[in-house]
């Protein structure tokens, strides 16, 4: 069978990477004194070389994890530069853009004047984006809400910051984090004051700096008492990005009857067909659900990455408390993905849901890893847990890790997961009524994915739902 | 309805083919006019539905040689959705389950790829969803079918009227039905084979792979065919499939035997 099947999967990534980068960059290499150049030049505070600097002396006392169920070569960290003052050359107009990097766009729907952004191409020749973003800006301040890159927070608001930041995931909690809270260098930063609700669907395309926020970039997303938000990060178009180990860390942190929403697609460079390249995402994503009856949802579409290391999570620490994560994630070729959730119950009556769809092709190897903690306090707790996977083609993986602890008897867990594999007579079914393969594939897949994209901001999901067509899309003929 | 004059839909000249290097069709000739309806008949692995996919293109069967035309054209010169798109259907014995896409979007995408393919108008979803009610109609379908997913967990009657719904929708020009009446009650054949009956005209034709002769009671075939070890062994009229529910196979091989010396 199968040529059919791996025709299909075997679409080359067309866009590489087109963007030469001139940049300022610190020599390679980690110790102090490359903390204490990062924090130097971006002017911070005391406290903050200090939270480096902690993190840093944790960072050296720990290793490197090898339970995840992946493998690549050993990263040197004494040969990677840590920081880095990117200027991408700008093109000068779209007429210079890959024609092949701009099908992709259209075929994605990507809005005419975001292609520009994405693309590379002065914004403000297409398009006046300070405008945009200023006019976004004022919008929001009217509210109160603070969404600014996490540089500009700590120098316009350094005690929202140094509250929170690593609240949620200390500096020492595990060694990516550790690495990422020694060394990041820029991010986002978003503050819902109490009873807000954010007007909008907060878009890392719109924040300054987006471009810039490098390699170990860093999140922190708080809202207040009866506050609300939905934030997406990402985008369904190709990431360009010449750094090829990324270590994020996201915080959210929801106080009573909050509310937060957090939408990702993900579709870094994953290698070519042999395997070769590819971007390893080594991230730490975590809320903590602070107040009674607050919310934490977590959406993400995983397609790409050489390596994908990722547990969005969900502190369940107020009453009635609700976490949630749906999750795609899909590789092809020799992409490894080991990504999944934890949802630690500690309040009383919080409740959590677990929905993750899994699709493996080409050579890839695909791996659930979920924890569901019920405290010994967390009274009433409830999860639900879905994990499907889909194989399409017999040289690809599949697999299902779930850890259940239970300490407390009146808790309620439910764990359902299925196996199921694009066959060949299914394949043939839709021929027999005129449908080609990749539409066909991409209806399975769709179908499959559905729960999941259901949970994404309207267009966010049109976009997936073709993202993963593209992805899949062979030379079926 | 035989007529003489009418056009060769389907033209099988000596086909054989292999399913993993198993040679299981040894020389199959056939013609199927419009307006006709034939029934293939034959005991259990004699090749039948082999015969059936075939001649829709399905991958695990190899072609080794012969030649079908339909409608003057090489069948084989098509992948397996040209030749669904060209008009030809197949009716699955097992009609096959695709969980989560849903049956209405499964039936739309392929009828708007075999109209598009015609250049005929498509039908956004709101046309459709009209278009296709009636048709169900036709088959005393519950519309909740449309919210289903494709064939999963359907009944096997259930299986069976999804897939003359989708031969209602396509309008091929020959549809091939195998096995079409296994797994049906008597109250779900007389609908389904009724749903068969007012789609055929004189423009298209019929092939019926069966076992029993109940169902050509209610589709009454022009020409009923034996097929055994490969090979259709002997062909008749209606009558024939009466002739072989009462007395079986047995003696149509010993004649076939008989008349040409051959072992089967």
Known sequence: MSTVLENLVNQPYKHGFVTEIESDVAPKGLSEDTIRLISAKKNEPEWLLEFRLNAYRHWLTMAEPTWPNVRYPKIDFQNISYYSAPKPKKLKSMDEVDPELLRTFEKLGVPMNERAALAGVAVDVIFDSVSVATTYKQKLAEVGIIFCSISEAVREHPELVRKYLGSVVPTGDNFYAALNSAVFTDGSFCFIPKGVKCPMELST????????????????????????????????????????????????????????????????????????????????????????????????????????????????????????????????????????????????????????????????????????????????????????????????????????????????????????????????????????????????????????????????????????????????? | MINANATVLLEVRGLRATVAGVEILKGIDLTVRAGEAHAIMGPNGSGKSTFAKALAGHPAYEVTSGEVLLEGKDLFALSPEERARAGVFLGFQYPVEIPGVSNSGFLRLAYNTVQGARGRDELDP?????????????????????????????????????????????????????????????????????????????????????????????????????????????????????????????????????KTGAEV
């Not at chain 1, 949802?297 to 369940?316: D, H, M």
């Not at chain 1, 499959?448 to 003929?477: D, I, W």
Request: glycine share 10%; proline share 2%.
């Open chain 1, 205 to 477: 395309y719109f924040r300054i700096n987006t471009q810039d926020s490098g390699q170990f970039e860093r999140t922190l997303i708080v809202a207040e008492e009866g506050a609300s938000v939905s934030y997406l990060e990402g985008c369904t178009a190709p990431k360009f990005d010449t750094n090829q180990l990324h270590a994020a860390v996201v915080e959210l942190v929801a106080l009573d009857r909050a509310d937060i929403k957090y939408s990702t697609v993900q579709n870094w460079y994953a290698g070519d067909e042999e395997g070769r390249g590819g971007i390893y995402n080594f991230v730490t994503k975590r809320g903590l659900c602070k107040g009674v009856n607050s919310k934490i949802s977590w959406t993400q579409v995983e397609t790409g990455s050489a390596i994908t290391w990722k547990y969005p999570s969900c502190v369940l620490l107020g009453d009635n408390s609700i976490g949630e994560f749906y999750s795609v994630a899909l590789t092809n070729h020799y992409q490894q993905a080991d990504t999944g959730t934890k949802m630690i119950h500690i309040g009383k009556n919080t409740r959590s849901t677990i929905i993750s769809k899994g699709i493996s092709a080409g050579r890839s190897n695909n791996s659930y890893r979920g924890l569901v903690r019920i405290g010994p306090k967390a009274e009433g707790a409830r999860n639900y847990s879905q994990c499907d996977s889909m194989l399409i083609g017999s040289k690809c993986g599949a697999n299902t890790f779930p850890y259940i602890q239970v300490h407390n008897s009146t808790a309620k867990v439910e764990h359902e997961a299925t196996t199921s594999k694009i066959g060949e007579d299914q394949l043939f079914y839709f021929q027999s009524r005129g449908i080609g393969n990749e539409e066909a594939v991409s209806m399975i897949i769709n179908g499959f994915c559905k729960e999941v994209f259901q949970q994404l901001p309207m267009e966010f999901a049109v976009e997936a739902t073709k993202l993963l067509g593209l992805k899949l899309e062979g030379s079926v003929g």
């Open chain 2, 126 to 258: 709101l046309e459709f969803d009209d278009f296709v009610r009636e048709k169900m109609k036709l088959l005393d379908m519950d519309p909740g079918f449309l919210d289903r997913s494709v064939n999963d967990g359907f009944s096997g009657g259930e299986k069976k009227r999804n897939e003359i719904l989708q031969m209602a929708l396509l309008e091929p020009k020959l549809a091939i039905l195998d096995e079409t009446d296994s797994g049906l009650d008597i109250d779900a054949l007389r609908v389904v084979a009724n749903g068969v009956n007012r789609l055929l005209t004189p423009a298209n034709a019929v092939v019926l792979v069966t076992h029993y002769q109940r169902l050509l009671n209610y589709i009454v075939p022009d020409y009923v065919h034996v097929m055994e070890g490969g090979r259709i062994i002997k062909t008749g009229g209606k009558e024939l499939a009466l002739e072989l529910e009462t007395r079986g196979y047995d003696w149509v091989l010993e004649e076939y035997k008989g």
